[in-house]
């Protein structure tokens, strides 16, 4: 079956600097990829969707990248925040209008 | 702003006693879904609607209904919550642009289930 991984231990950035997380997939050839950030206790929110013919993707601060070969997709915070700190979750297009998520990467930003 | 609208944001119930959480949405998205999410676990989808089309999940437990009366108003049923129950509930649009699988989800602020 389908699988997504991301890095289930938290992720400690000094401020300014880049955060890179990690999303890897096996047993599937997704068309595209996204990605969304969650705050505690709020919904999902999209941030970046990238297509399986595109090798990287920017909006501002954020840049994702997708490797079809290695199964993977890096998603790239520059110039980090604090109020960058939330949960990153991956998400793969499935049939009928579903999406695989990943668990999250937890991202904290310290000043 | 057009968005999407889940109440309440903290629903309290007792083992076994039925519950109804709701969402709307001002998107005018013709898809709608239901997930559940544990604390530092994926969404699991429970079901979704194209339109009126129900779509359910095979290992959603039939303790979980949902009724969706219009293309703005979703609704998720629990009619014996368990403690195993307890979790965040999120509603979730999308649009179907191109066909499926091309657009992003727009979720809810998601409804706190806690079962005493």
């Known amino acids: 079956s389908q699988k997504i991984e991301q890095n289930s231990e938290a992720l400690n950035i000094q401020e300014g600097k880049t955060a890179t997380l990690t999303c890897n997939y096996t047993?599937?050839?997704?068309?595209?990829l996204q990605w969304y950030r969650q705050d505690p206790g709020r919904g999902p929110v999209f941030l970046l969707l990238?297509?399986?013919n595109e090798k990287e993707k920017r909006k501002e601060r954020l840049k994702v990248t997708f490797d079809t070969t290695l199964k993977q997709s890096l998603f790239h915070i520059t110039a980090s925040q604090p109020a960058d700190s939330a949960t990153y979750l991956c998400a793969l297009d499935a049939s009928n209008y579903q999406l695989i998520w990943g668990a999250g990467t937890k991202l904290i930003i310290k000043p | 702003d057009a968005m999407v609208i889940q109440n309440p944001r903290y629903q309290v119930t007792q083992f076994g006693k039925p519950v109804t959480l709701s969402c709307s949405q001002t998107l005018n998205h013709n898809v709608m879904y239901w997930y559940q999410q544990k604390s530092s676990q994926a969404p699991k989808l429970l079901f979704h609607y194209y339109d009126k089309d129900f779509n359910n999940e095979a290992d959603t437990p039939d303790n979980f209904q949902s009724r969706r009366p219009n293309t703005s108003f979703c609704f998720l049923d629990i009619r014996s919550p368990g403690l195993g129950d307890a979790a965040m509930y999120l509603c979730?649009?999308?649009?179907?642009?191109?066909?499926?699988?091309?657009?992003?989800?727009?979720f809810g602020p998601g409804t706190r289930l806690t079962v005493l």
């Open positions: 047993n599937y050839s997704p068309a595209y």
């Open positions: 979730a649009t999308s649009r179907d642009l191109d066909g499926p699988n091309t657009d992003t989800q727009y």
């Open positions: 990238i297509r399986e």
